[in-house]
Structures are given as structure tokens and as C-alpha cells.
């Protein structure tokens, strides 16, 4: 089922697994590395980096027995992870590959022959195929062998199925690197920003007194040329507020002299109404002296 075994690490529900076989990973430039874990060999797991690894035995697992594996504890207390699937199928004939994580800022070495994970044997039901004893209960449901494709693979066919033989690498290394890039060009940003300060500094000291006369000069014509502004402004002002109180006193005495044409007006006309009154009643006649004789 599993070659080399050795007894004494069996427990009671597991099996304890060292890392030995080809180790994968990828650098910064993308670079595949790779190091055969043979003997006392050992490999560097960088600080939130990925690695691709082997273990020692070579299963055979037979078709009743599915294995699920994970990382000794002791890693685990050290911050790493393991890439772990939920099930190796039964009737599965290879060699583990498994990723390890490191997401600390720290560096771990790894020997060949150093314990790594912890595999626990999970045995299924049987099948009638295996026993034709009459005691045997009867099975319902299909029995579904390994693939054979699926059996002795390399990494290189496991990378080819999940990512197409590019690079995996973790992502926290760019990341970090991006950050100090842009911390760098804000460094650089701020540095010629103060060496230009420095420059206009000395620039400024640089123009001396005659510089610092001519300015005043500049200054104080500017100031004469305002202050005459200013002055002008003020005299067109008071002007313009005269020529308002004028028209001001215009508009009233024309306001009374129209004021008094309607007065008169107004008896002009009631005089006419009344004389057209007058005239339009019949005289009256003198008696005749002749008649009264």
C-alpha cells in the first residue's frame, strides 16, 4: 500500500510522512528551481513563498482504502499551510505533491527525511467483486475504479492540469515589491523637490541688493500708480454723486411745476363747464310798453 513504511511512525489512526523527493518552486523572474531531496539535501522556503514538494512513500492504495493528509503541528505553530485536497481516492498509485506555504517573514530550512505530514487510512465499504462470502452484505450503488490515467503522475503533469506549466507563485512578493517602489519614487519625488527648494534658495540670495532695490523701486511705483487710481476714483465718485443730488433737485421741481399745471388745468376746466352751463339757458324777455297801453 505504501513503500518505504517504516513501524515506528505508525500511530494509532495515522502515519507519519517525511519529505523526500523533488522539491518545485519559482523564483521572483518567474524561473522554475528545482532540488532532488536526496539523502541529507535540504531546501529554503523564502518568506511568503510557494513550494511544490514530495513525500517518501510511494502509494498503492488498494481499492477500499482513501487517505486524507495534513501538516505535522509543528509547522502549523511555525505559520505554514498546506495545500491539502479533501480525499485521495482509493485505488490512487503515485507520489504525493504538495504545496507548502510560507506566509511569514521568516526563513525555514527543510531536510531531506524530515517529517512532514500526518496521513490518516480511511477504509470504505466493500464490494461483492472483492468478497463472494455469503455473510457479506450486499452493496447497493456502483463501484467506480481509480482512473488508470490518474496513476504514477510527475509534477510536471499535475502543473500542465493546473495552470498550463506557468509559473505559480505567491502573490504577497510583488505586492511587496510594488509598495516599495512606489515608497522609492515618493523618496525621490520629495528629495528633488527639496533640492529644487534649495536651489530657488540660493537663487533668491544670489540676486543681492541691487536686486532687492530694484524691487523696492518696482514697488513703489506700483504703489504711486495705485494710490493716483484710488485718488481719480474718488474724484469721479464725489463727482458723480453731485451730478446726482442735481438731478435729484431737477426731478423735484419738475415734479411741483407739473403738480401745479394739473391744479390749474383742473379749474380751467370746471371754469369751462360752467360757462357752457350758462350759456345753454334761453334768456328771458323784457315785457313790451306798446301792449300794455
Same mark, same amino acid.
Given at each position: ?235 469721479? $465718485?464725489?463727482?458723480? /454723486?453731485? =451730478? +446726482? #443730488?442735481? *438731478? ?5 421741481? %419738475? ?17 369751462? $363747464?360752467?360757462?357752457? /352751463?350758462? =350759456? +345753454? #339757458?334761453? *334768456? ?5 310798453? %306798446?301792449?300794455?297801453?
Amino acid at each position: 500500500m505504501l513503500h518505504p513504511f517504516h513501524p515506528d511512525k505508525l500511530k494509532s489512526a495515522s502515519y507519519e510522512a517525511a519529505i523526500r523527493g523533488r522539491c518545485i518552486r519559482w523564483d521572483e523572474a518567474g524561473s522554475q528551481k528545482e532540488t532532488d531531496l536526496d539523502g541529507d539535501r535540504t531546501f529554503t522556503l523564502d518568506p511568503n513563498s510557494i513550494a511544490f514538494v514530495q513525500v517518501e512513500p510511494m502509494f498503492r492504495l488498494p481499492a477500499y482504502m482513501a487517505i486524507r493528509f495534513n501538516l505535522k503541528i509543528t509547522h502549523v505553530h511555525r505559520g505554514l499551510l498546506l495545500g491539502t485536497g479533501p480525499l485521495v481516492d482509493p485505488g490512487f498509485v503515485g507520489k504525493l505533491l504538495i504545496p507548502l506555504h510560507n506566509l511569514t517573514t521568516n526563513t525555514y530550512t527543510f531536510r531531506a527525511g524530515e517529517d512532514l505530514i500526518w496521513i490518516e487510512f480511511t477504509k470504505t465499504s466493500p464490494h461483492q467483486s472483492w468478497h463472494r462470502s455469503e455473510d457479506t452484505h450486499p452493496r447497493s450503488g456502483q463501484y467506480v475504479p481509480f482512473p488508470q490515467r490518474k496513476k504514477n503522475l510527475s509534477p510536471e503533469e499535475y502543473f500542465a492540469k493546473a495552470s498550463q506549466n506557468n509559473p505559480i507563485r505567491s502573490s504577497i512578493p510583488a505586492a511587496i515589491q510594488e509598495g516599495r517602489q512606489a515608497a522609492q519614487t515618493a523618496r525621490d519625488a520629495a528629495t528633488n523637490a527639496a533640492e529644487e527648494a534649495r536651489r530657488l534658495q540660493r537663487r533668491a540670495f544670489g540676486i543681492g541688493l541691487a536686486g532687492a532695490l530694484a524691487v523696492g523701486v518696482a514697488l513703489a511705483g506700483v504703489t504711486y500708480q495705485t494710490w493716483s487710481l484710488i485718488q481719480e476714483t474718488w474724484t469721479v $465718485a464725489t463727482s458723480a /454723486k453731485e =451730478l +446726482s #443730488r442735481q *438731478a435729484e433737485n431737477i426731478l423735484k421741481q %419738475q415734479s411741483t411745476r407739473i403738480e401745479n399745471l394739473e391744479r390749474a388745468r383742473g379749474e380751467l376746466l370746471n371754469d369751462i $363747464a360752467a360757462l357752457k /352751463k350758462t =350759456l +345753454s #339757458r334761453p *334768456a328771458k324777455q323784457s315785457p313790451d310798453p %306798446q301792449r300794455d297801453k
